[in-house]
């Protein structure tokens, strides 16, 4: 005896729909790759005390990428999606020494 398993064509339908999206995920979320790193810090006077509102400037050395960001209120600075690269970070403020800090290696999906 065999048995035949039959479906309504709404149901078939709403299969193959089912089955488009699922691939289409897929596709998608193969696509989306790291290709960036993330370059952070905090940065503290010399009494060890945060150093807000400073300006921290990230030059890649070897295409002049050039990004910069500003400490928050507890010295904290962060720059996402930076493209790999040697870079140098210079970091100024008001009534201080500027701080350079050179060959900075960042890789792909670095922090």
Same mark, same amino acid.
Not at 49 to 56: E, S
């Given at each position: 005896?065999?048995?035949? $398993?039959?479906?309504?064509?709404?149901?078939?339908?709403?299969?193959?729909?089912?089955?488009?999206?699922?691939?289409?995920?897929?596709? @998608?979320?193969?696509?989306?790759?790291?290709?960036?790193?993330?370059?952070?810090?905090? $940065?503290?006077?010399?009494?060890?005390?945060?150093?807000?509102?400073?300006?921290?400037?990230?030059?890649?050395?070897?295409?002049?990428?050039?990004?910069?960001?500003?400490?928050?209120?507890?010295?904290?600075?962060?720059? $996402?999606?930076?493209?790999?690269?040697?870079?140098?970070?210079? @970091?100024?403020?008001?009534?201080?020494?500027?701080?350079?800090?050179?060959?900075?290696? $960042?890789? @792909?999906?670095?922090?």
């Amino acid at each position: 005896m065999s048995k035949q $398993l039959f479906c309504s064509p709404r149901a078939g339908r709403g299969l193959f729909l089912s089955l488009v999206f699922l691939t289409l995920t897929i596709c @998608v979320q193969a696509q989306t790759q790291i290709t960036t790193g993330t370059i952070q810090g905090t $940065l503290f006077d010399a009494n060890g005390a945060a150093l807000p509102d400073a300006n921290v400037e990230m030059k890649n050395d070897d295409t002049n990428y050039s990004r910069s960001t500003a400490t928050d209120e507890e010295g904290r600075f962060i720059a $996402l999606q930076i493209p790999p690269g040697r870079y140098t970070l210079t @970091v100024t403020k008001s009534g201080f020494a500027t701080l350079v800090v050179e060959k900075v290696d $960042l890789t @792909v999906g670095q922090t």
